[in-house]
Structure formats: structure tokens, C-alpha cells
């Protein structure tokens, strides 16, 4: 990664923080809610940039455009709309999960070959 890539990557950073904070209080609240579980069950995007990020504040800033709560853009499960919005999207946890099975794979050929 190339110093340039850094510097663009915290401009973009700062730009999306700014648009966080113009939001009404109550879709802030659900957004560091989001954002923190979207860090927490790792969809690999989110790695790669922003992108999923600023999708959920340019629905957010739609919904306070047109006066709608926070909930009524997201349903009072905020979970289940994290989830749908990720439910295509390799995590780290399928991540984890394909490399043990593979390990485990290996495990057993090598353990069926010797007794063979």
C-alpha cells in the first residue's frame, strides 16, 4: 500500500465521519450500533474501503430526508437488517470456518492413507 493510499483512504475516513455526525441523533446512535457489529462479524469488504458504510448513510440520510425514524428505515431488529445487508458477502468467520474444514480434510486423508 502506497503512502498516497493512506493519505486518500483518512481523507475519505474524516469525510464519512462528517457525514455520520450531520445525521439526527437517533440515526447516529444506530449507525455506531451498525458499524460495530458489522466490525465484529467481519464482512471482508469492509477491509477493502467504505463502501458498505456510506451505502447505510446514504439510506440513512434519505430516510431523515424524508422525516422517517431511524427504525422505520432499518426495522427494530437492527441485527437482521445487518445481516441482510452482508448475507452475500464472504466474513471472516466463513473464512475461519473453510480453512478448518480444510485442515481437518487434510488431517484425515493423511490419517486414511497410513491406515490403508
Not at 450531520?22 to 447516529?28: E, F, I, S
Request: with cysteine; proline share 2%.
Amino acid at each position: 500500500m502506497r503512502i498516497q493510499d493512506i493519505i486518500e483512504g483518512k481523507k475519505e475516513w474524516r469525510a464519512h465521519v462528517v457525514r455520520v455526525k450531520a445525521l439526527p441523533k437517533d440515526y447516529q446512535i444506530v449507525y455506531k450500533e451498525i458499524q460495530k457489529y458489522l466490525y465484529k462479524v467481519g464482512p471482508v469488504e469492509l477491509e477493502g474501503g467504505i463502501g458498505l458504510l456510506s451505502g447505510i448513510i446514504d439510506l440513512f440520510e434519505e430516510g431523515a430526508t424524508f422525516g422517517k425514524g431511524v427504525l422505520e428505515v432499518t426495522g427494530s431488529d437492527v441485527a437482521t437488517f445487518c445481516d441482510d445487508l452482508i448475507k452475500d458477502s464472504k466474513t471472516y468467520t466463513d473464512i475461519c470456518q473453510e480453512s478448518v474444514n480444510q485442515e481437518v480434510n487434510e488431517a484425515m486423508k493423511k490419517v486414511t492413507n497410513k491406515t490403508k
